[in-house]
């Protein structure tokens, strides 16, 4: 290919399923931290065994394929890609080779730039090695064949981006995707990347980063190369064609061993496993599982009315976006952006829990909303309730009466409330008769504690301002 920017990145995502078992055998892929416990003669390549390919993976890889809009094959093979390392205890990886499951699709980042990709295959995952004092220190290695034979779905993209904030921006696209198919987990399943960097100093000579876990490590490993590649050639050192992998603890590259061709692994199709047809049949029915994804979510809320910027930020996060629709079809679909996209993530944070983690619905949302907007609670009040609502299960209307949190309405009420904080506050009183107009807001914050919050702010205000 002929390049002509500054930089330029290619990924080899490795992304592991979220299936019950592993990918040719019955062991599960979750479960005993015990080194060495979820193991069989399959996973382990014990002489006789025999592969059986797990059809829920298969079913996941399709519905990544089908979201990136790629071309499907008519048949699976897998392939043995053989290399000799401590992490295959037989010698060789099952993988695809010669024919991928699919082929050139497209991932857009949130700025509108496609990214193709080449191939997307299935594969498993090897063991994992364990370096007590890290991988250039160690004087040995520990192994774990646990993780041998999870099953990992190989997405490649073409060498299309040119920065590390591009690389990042991708991979965050590419999480929300995985998410939205419930094929990937982020508390349980791993991603990792391998980067293909090069830069125009030295003629686009291409250097693989391998074992970058997560979308924001990928960017601090690519910024750490690509200052190195910078670096060495301002130095005179030639560049070579080498894996390096990455030590995110130091934040710095090593390198592994000078980059192998892929003739090199000896690929041969896999005796042990049959070719599967990928019938017009089966592809439809996966096709009929597919949830509407972020962009076209965010496309469907922004021509509801909401801005294009709320929208997006909603349709990221797959719970929010479909409570979001949920109430948004009952309530004002202003008013549910904003506390759905600002309130509810605040309250979350602050108890350190996710949406899924709680007692919080739609219906809760609704009837919230709608007596904010009929001014029968304050917003002040409503955030509290939203508060209690991420611990407990309440109704709402309840709550409310029985809490006694309706808003003051009675104007006489009012005015002893606000004659008390004027009495309480008069050197704003006399910076507001100065002509300081937001010296009132103090005296506004006096009556909202003393109501605990109850009073509607701007009825507060008005009510100030006749009496001074």
């Known amino acids: 290919m002929n390049f002509t920017t500054d930089v330029v990145i290619g990924l080899e995502v490795h992304i592991e399923l979220k299936t019950n078992t592993k990918l040719f055998c019955g062991c599960s892929r979750i479960g005993s931290q015990e080194p060495n416990s979820r193991t069989c003669e399959i996973c382990l390549g014990h002489p006789g065994s025999k592969p059986v390919v797990n059809k829920k993976a298969i079913d996941f890889a399709l519905k990544l394929a089908l979201a990136t809009k790629s071309k499907i094959a008519s048949n699976l093979i897998f392939s043995r890609k053989s290399y000799f390392y401590p992490d295959l205890s037989k010698n060789y990886q099952i993988s695809q080779y010669e024919l991928p499951l699919a082929e050139s699709g497209q991932l857009t980042l949130s700025d509108g730039k496609k990214i193709n990709l080449t191939r997307i295959h299935l594969e498993e995952d090897p063991a994992s090695l364990v370096h007590p004092s890290g991988i250039a220190a160690s004087n040995y290695v520990l192994i774990d064949y646990n993780r041998s034979g999870n099953p990992l779905v190989e997405l490649v993209t073409k060498p299309e981006m040119t920065s590390p904030g591009e690389a990042r921006n991708f991979m965050k696209q590419l999480i929300t995707i995985l998410e939205y198919l419930e094929i990937f987990d982020s508390n349980e399943c791993i ?111 922004s021509e509801q009315g909401i801005s294009e910027e709320m929208a997006t930020i909603i349709s990221k996060d797959k719970a929010l976006a479909e409570l979001y629709e949920a109430v948004s079809k009952k309530v004002d679909p202003e008013l549910a952006a904003k506390w759905i996209r600002r309130e509810l993530p605040r309250v979350l944070k602050y108890a350190k829990k996710k949406l899924e983690d709680t007692e919080i619905k739609d219906h809760h949302l609704i009837d919230l909303l709608k007596l904010i907007k009929a001014s029968k609670i304050t917003e002040t009040v409503g955030q509290k309730i939203l508060e209690t609502l991420v611990h407990t299960n309440l109704d709402i209307k309840e709550y409310i009466k029985a809490e006694k949190l309706e808003t003051v309405a009675d104007t006489n009420e009012l005015e002893i409330h606000c004659k008390a904080a004027i009495k309480e506050a008069p050197q704003a009183v006399e910076d507001y008769k100065a002509g300081n107009e937001k010296s009132l807001n103090f005296i506004v914050g006096l009556v909202m504690r003393a109501t605990k919050g109850k009073a509607s702010p701007p009825e507060v205000l008005a009510v100030l301002k006749k009496l001074l």
């Open 191 to 301: 991603i990792k990347a391998d980067a293909n960097v090069s830069i125009k100093e030295s003629d686009y000579q291409r250097v693989e980063v391998k074992n970058i876990t997560g979308f924001k490590e990928i960017e601090r490993a690519l910024r750490y190369e690509v200052a190195r590649q910078k670096t060495a050639v301002k130095e005179n050192e030639k560049i070579q064609a080498e894996t390096r992998s990455w030590d995110a603890d130091s934040g710095t590259s090593t390198p592994l061993r000078l980059k192998e061709s892929e003739e090199e692994y000896g690929y041969i199709i896999d005796p042990d496993l049959v070719q599967i047809e990928l019938t017009k049949e089966w592809i439809k029915s996966i096709e009929s599982e597919m949830p509407e994804l972020a962009h076209e979510k965010s496309k469907k809320f």
